[in-house]
Nanobody, 124 residues
Framework: QVHLVESGGGMVQPGASLRLSCAAS????????MGWFHQAPGKAREFVAT????????SYARSVQGRFIISRDSVKNTVYLQMNNLKPEDTGVYYC?????????????????WGQGTQVTVSS
């Protein structure tokens, strides 16, 4: 498994931007597809975005398409989630996850390792 540590959460107003980071301890970081998931209060964890091992392929939930961008830096062993034009419904805990697989997995069950989460609150 991969040890993952998220950072970058906070409280912002609607329309603002945040960038989440997820640092991975694993030296074989490039072997893992990486994903971000969102869990709103009282709700199940939901897929947000995923990026393939190579970084060449990404996939997004419809609710964030055009607003969020996932990227990865294989030198820093870090995956990012740039969140623009934030909305109140984006509020919740954001989790980083790693999947030792090809492609761009989107199902929670496909991911082997999870970070502890970082809180994002969007409120006026």
């Amino acid at each position: 498994q991969v040890h993952l540590v998220e950072s970058g959460g906070g409280m912002v107003q609607p329309g603002a931007s945040l960038r989440l980071s997820c640092a991975a301890s694993e030296r074989t970081f490039s072997s893992y597809a990486m994903g971000w998931f969102h869990q709103a209060p009282g709700k199940a964890r939901e897929f947000v975005a995923t990026i393939s091992r190579s970084g060449l392929t990404t996939s997004y939930a419809r609710s964030v398409q055009g607003r969020f961008i996932i990227s990865r830096d294989s030198v820093k062993n870090t995956v990012y989630l740039q969140m623009n034009n934030l909305k109140p419904e984006d509020t919740g805990v954001y989790y980083c996850a790693a999947a030792n697989t090809d492609g761009t997995p989107i199902d929670v069950a496909e991911f082997d390792s999870w970070g502890q989460g970082t809180q994002v609150t969007v409120s006026s």
